[in-house]
């Protein structure tokens, strides 16, 4: 580890932070995520600092009263949540009262007394001057264990402050362990009987480098192990809460209660010998002895994550390698090996070892290639470890995935100090899971895969229709607990959580944060190939490990271990029946679905199943067992002496795959048949929009041709428009001309009225110059007529003037008119009076 | 629309890896998705055969594959059609193979590979192929691959017992090389072509 820090700045930029390789696609993700997880480091550093410290402070008193101290704690967190879930109190209270009259008090009896509300405050009065010796060690500590008068205000200070730390996993917790702690009750002596490994275990030698500090963890969780009753250590503290954990189905009770503890803490001085013999008649009741400990302050920081430089010793502590280690065992199974690689050489007696190391051989350099930590000696030492673990346990052997397993271990913690972590992973979490047939690790796909079906009915239904099974995917998450399948960061993250409970319930929590968290993406996929690159790749950029830790650990709190055992024990003998017929090489299950589907429908249709096999006759003996019938099955599988009836066997697993092929196409169909009608749907809906587009068009083209005419339109009126005006302007053109012609034909008519005057006046004048030349010539007739008279009168020249006188007549008339006329005018009194 | 593509050919209920929904293999004249399994022991250079044909990468220090993986790649053929494999690569070790059938199920191709330099290798291939003559697909289509051709100056599996033995099973042989991608794109191309196509029924 230590390496590949120091190694950091030179390879960040293609490994992260624990020196393992960062695929080229994640390169920028890791860089924005490792300020977050900077930080984050260092938030977890210093609550584990102040957790740990506490701890140790206690653990290294050897008074009760020190103990009693650290309980003050817990039972203030108890408290805190007991104020919410009262009915919680009942079973303390209760407890509080049976403990009180078993006598053990009697150092303060008087403060027994108390209201159930605070039981706290009696105690403190009594480590009020211890704590003022600690306040001095542990200053920050201090602010809040301190200060006895103070106490009651910080209890309600304190909910406020612990409301950040994610209360509402505890309050599930809290009303699950009611439960447990009604049973506590009759455990009561059990724990008194811890005491006394408490004292035992002080004279224990730590083997390991693990810091002392730890030790209090290391020892809490050692109780996990086994019961060896001399390797337990009594924890200082006791909380009501506690991790429903434990390997053990049956271990349930190590929750306790506050009072309790109170009580047992003040017996420690008192009555340790009371303890002692009962502690004797307790230790064979193979209870696994709980510790009392802060349960769930702890399970906070480690679901918060554990600090790198203690994730090593943390680990170690929690699988409780202190207690599983052998002296000289691991030394010893060394050297036998070197015994016996020589005399495999001769007889070939058992073939496995050297399977198993050649495999070892060929996976060494695939593991974590090119990790720094991993060089020569790096190599040899993962070597020893799997070679050795292959010969303590030869059931299982070497399988892949130990390999980066140890390969792990071996960054954080010391060749021996990895080879026990790793037993006590593969032996207790992982028992069965990487044997020869792998049968738990079946059991495990097909328990998840029921979880799966249960929590996201809807994502699974898509897997289905797209052909998918989640067992692919998932299969490979669970058998390398997520080494490879997710960033180390958010790996790590998850195997604090997985080692700290000591089981594999967090795998299922992380698969199904993991299924919460991408399941939303999954739905929109096509075919069963964009599906599973889709989830891989997302899983494999999972880097907001902190989401996902919480996600898993509270999202599926409902998930526990006995509802996995229980799940476990209902599909396992499918698995058992499949291996069996496998090993046969019968071809029962050949050709039909996975399964897990088969399971399922199976298990979904008990009641058909029965008819069906009813109906196949020989009723009286099929129908003695058809109730149960999953008893049968696993009578038949695990059982090999229900040999009386093997025909019924072959026929009721025949039915059974029958029946189970018969659901499952049935589920296909009604699946196909939903499909099919969304399918139906969305052509529908393609089928309107096409119509309606087709529609649009049609429209658009009108729209489009009128548009045209009316610019056709438009362009027609400008034109007219314009010859409008032409005309227009002919027109006033004309009529200007008209005007003249008018005004000339006025003009005109006036000068012929002119004329027409002129014209009469000079025909007047013509006709008066008529009647003058009229006059003129009849005033000269008769006056030639007169000049005549006077000449006959004058005798005779009458006559021949007569014949004289007629020229000179015309010549007046014709041509001396004028003189006649002018003569007139010349002698008009002649005239006048001549005539007149 | 993919469902309406698909979901003809699964109506139909033909039998066989290429139109079973499970399969992976949707069966559209054109665009055929094929579901295809890599069978060997450990360290034959399955994952690197993948590895080599979907990245065009060769990583002589690949890790240990764990359950199994898998890897797509589409290719097109001169046809114009394109085949999607859906590749799924096991892990080797033998006790996987109890976890085998949940992958190899429904399968159209069995890719299955030993290493020329090992007869070992050699013979689980032939444990492999009677395996899946036992429990895989009728139809399925069967490839035996000997690996690292590489190496021949350290072969020990003669060309001919490959052949004779993939043609006494029905098989498809051929020797690659992951490290120096010989033969690889050709292996799948072959195996493209022998594909029972859903247009020619």
New interface residues.
Partial sequence: MEKSFNLLHIIQHRRDGYGFALRPQHIQRYREYANIYKEEEEERSYKWNNFIEQQAKSNHSTSSEEECRGILQAEADELREETVFERGREEDDSSDKNSDSDGSTKSYPGKEVKLSEQPEKEVHLSEEPEKEVQRSEQPEKDVQLSEEPEKEVKHSEQPQKEDHLSEEPKKEVQASQIQERETLLSKESDKEGQLLKETKANKVQSWSWTRPSLHVIENMMSSRVKNIKDMKYRLNTINGDHLPSIKETGSSGESSVAEIDKELCIKETSDDNVDKSTEETNVDSKESPESFFPWKELEFLVRGGVPKDLRGEVWQAFVGVKTRRVERYYEGLLAEETNTDESKEHNNSNAAPR?WKK?IE??I??????HPALDERGRDSLRRVLVAYARHNPSVGY???M??FAGLLLLLMPEENAFWTLVGILDDYFDGY?????IE??VDQLVFEELIREKFPKLVNHLD???V?V???S???F??IF??MLPWESVLRVWDVLLFEGNRVMLFQTALALMELYGPALVTT?????A??LL?SLAGSTFDSSQLVLTACIGYLAVTEARLLQLREKHRPAVLVV?EE?SK?G?V???S???ASKLYSFKHDPGSLVEKKVSEGDKSLLESHSSNLDDLLSGLSVDPEVDSLPDLQEQVVWLKVEMCRLMEEKR?AIL?AE??E??LM??VQQDNRRQLSAKVEQLEQEVADLRQALANKKEQEAAMLKVLMRVEQEQKITEEARIGAEQDAAAQRYAVNVFQEKYEKAMASLAQMEQRVVMAESVLEATIQYQSGKAKAQSSPRSVSSSVESPRRRIGLFGLGWRDRNKDKDKPTNDDSGTS | ????S??PD??TGRLGGLN?????G?ADAKNL?V?LVLLGD??VGKSCIVLRFVRGQF?P????????????QTIALQDSTTI?F?I?DT??????A??A???Y??AAVAVIVYDITSPETFNKAQYWVKELQ??G?PDIVMALVGNKADLHEKREVPTQDGIEYAEKNGMFFIETSAKTADNINQLFEEIAKRLPRPSST
Wanted: charged letters at 25%; a positive charge.
């Fill in positions: 399977k495999q060929k996976d350099p695939r593991t974590f290639p090119g399988c892949q995935a390999n980066f990487y044997t020869e047939e792998m690790s079946q229709y797209l052909g099974q067992a692919w995917i299969g490979p998450w058998l390398s080494i490879n096509k075919d069963a190939g964009d599973i690159t891989q291996v496998r090489g071809r299950w050949k050709g679905k996975g399964l296909s196909r499909e099919l969304t399918a969305e052509m | 629309m993919g469902c309406s698909s979901l699964r109506s079973n929904s499970e399969s992976g949707v998705r579901k450990s360290g990583d220090t690949s890790k240990v594959t764990i359950g199994a993986s898998f890897l797509s999607k859906e799924w892990a080797g070790q033998e006790r996987y109890a976890l059938p949940l992958y199920r429904g036992k429990h697909s």
